[in-house]
């Protein structure tokens, strides 16, 4: 799947409440430090993962569902295997009548589930990663490698 960096860009500006789907309290994992990053971004991020709700991340309680949240979102961030995604699609579109956006993280993409949101007239990301695209839209993804600078010749 491809998505303009028009299309990326104009979800990244226009979202400022993120439900985050399966985020996880181990600030090893990957949806915990995602989350935390959009919330340092300035971004709203409603942390949604039954094993933690009650809990507190990034200031915020941790709900067990998407029908928990209080008031609308504007994207649904889905860190759960592809087979999990119908139900929380369902979830969000039940629970989110404005619902714009529905963003699989990378390696999550389930097209029937896709389409229901589509038809629905929500835009939907698969296969990509909402930091990792913010931090290369908006200049803040650093290239990797060497320093172009002088190289020492003791190395």
């Given at each position: 799947?491809?998505?303009?960096?028009?299309?990326?860009?104009?979800?990244?500006?226009?979202?400022?409440?993120?439900?985050?789907?399966g985020v996880s309290a181990?600030?090893?994992?990957?949806?915990?430090?995602?989350?935390?990053?959009l919330k340092l971004k300035g971004f709203e991020v409603l942390p949604v993962n039954s094993?933690?709700?009650?809990?507190?991340?990034?200031?915020v309680p941790v709900v067990a569902?998407?029908?928990?949240?209080?008031?609308?979102?504007?994207m649904v961030d889905i860190f759960r295997r592809s087979e999990a995604v119908p139900?929380?699609?369902e979830d969000a579109l039940a629970a989110f009548p404005e619902l714009r956006v529905i963003w699989m993280q990378i390696g999550v993409e389930h097209a029937q589930a896709a389409a229901l949101a589509e038809a629905r007239g929500v835009t939907v990301i698969q296969n990509r990663c909402p930091k990792i695209e913010y931090q290369r839209l908006f200049g803040e993804l650093r290239m990797g490698g060497f320093a172009?600078?002088?190289?020492?010749?003791?190395?």
């Open positions: 799947m491809t998505y303009s960096d028009t299309l990326l860009t104009k979800i990244l500006r226009e979202t400022r409440r993120i439900a985050v789907v181990n600030p090893m994992r990957p949806s915990y430090f995602v989350a935390r990053y094993a933690h709700a009650g809990q507190n991340l990034f200031g569902s998407l029908s928990e949240i209080d008031g609308g979102v504007d139900e929380v699609v172009t600078g002088v190289i020492s010749s003791k190395l």
